[in-house]
Every structure is written in structure tokens, then in C-alpha cells.
């Protein structure tokens, strides 16, 4: 394990910066170094520690990434699919974007996405590869996998409607090590007009 260049404490983001030097630095002082880059005050991302919906506690993270502040909501230690994540713009501050992640946790948390082995209206259905057959892939719903015979009969139930979807990336596990090399990363904010 190694331990945080600022602080002492468990360093797992490991960044190579310009000079060639690798740094290990915690998740706070990873931030505040890539907003001290940018020239953002990463005191305007503070945010509690745990957040609790429709009783359910989640611990939250933080993350400061190239396009905005991503705001991750734990639970179960960082169990797939019981993660959820809430990218918010630099100008948005930690209390509101800590509100903008508890409605989406609460949306994605009212109800299971099965029930009575029928797929809900709306929920979350995990992708993945089968471990044994890559050419195989299996279904995550509600902590359980479900081949592509049983997910096309979840989905034929509903034969006639339209699905809608959403694509999003898995949000990373709390433990994640990170590997970054600054040089991939801006010196200031990227908008839309100075990409120009
Ligand atoms: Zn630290």
C-alpha cells in the first residue's frame, strides 16, 4: 500500500507528473492538487460523508475529472450496480450537487428493476462479459445475472412497447487504484468556446 505524498494516508491515486516524477497521493489531496491546476478552490465541493435515501444510507466521494466534479454515491461498499454517480458542471457548488445526486439515487432506488420476474417501467440493468465465454454476455439485475435467453424473455413480456435506454459507464469501486500521467490532463477549464 502507499501512502499519501501530502497527507499519510492511503494513496491510491498514483500520478506521473510533467517532470517525470510519480506522486501517490489520497483521493483529497488528488483533488485539490488537480483543482489548484485548473485554479478552482476545492472548498466549494465539500461535501458530507454519507447521504441517506428513502432511509438507505450511501457514503459519497468525490472526484474532480477533465469535464466537471463527479459526485459518487456508495452503498454496500461500492457493490455493482448500488452506485451511482452525478457529474456536475466546476461552476456547481458541493451542496448543490450533493442534492442533484440524492434525487438520482432516489430515482434509481425506489423500486427494484424486477419484480415478479417482470422488468419494471424504469431501472438498471448491469452489461457484462461472461467470465468463462467472452462471446457470451449476461445481464446484472437487482444483484443477480440472467443469461440472454432469460433476459429476451424479461423483454419479450413487453413486446409491443418502445425501450429507451441510457448507456452510462459503471461507477468505479471505492478501492479503485489510479494511475494518471498529467500531462493527459488540462491546465484550465475546457468550454465549449475555448475548444473552439
Ligand atoms: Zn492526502
New binding site residues.
Partial sequence: MNT??????R?NHHLTLESGLQVH??D??YNAWFCKRLGLDYEQYKHPRTITVFKIRFSVRVEIVSSGVAYFAYRNRGKELESICFIGPFAMSGTEAIQELKNKVALRTYKPSLEYGILNDMGTIGLLQNELDPDEMEFLIDGKRYNSEQYLNFLRFHAGSNLVYLIEPRVPRPNSEWFTMAEHLPKEIVTEMNEL
Fill in positions: 499519501c505524498h501530502s497527507c499519510g494516508e494513496g497521493l489520497c483529497d489531496c
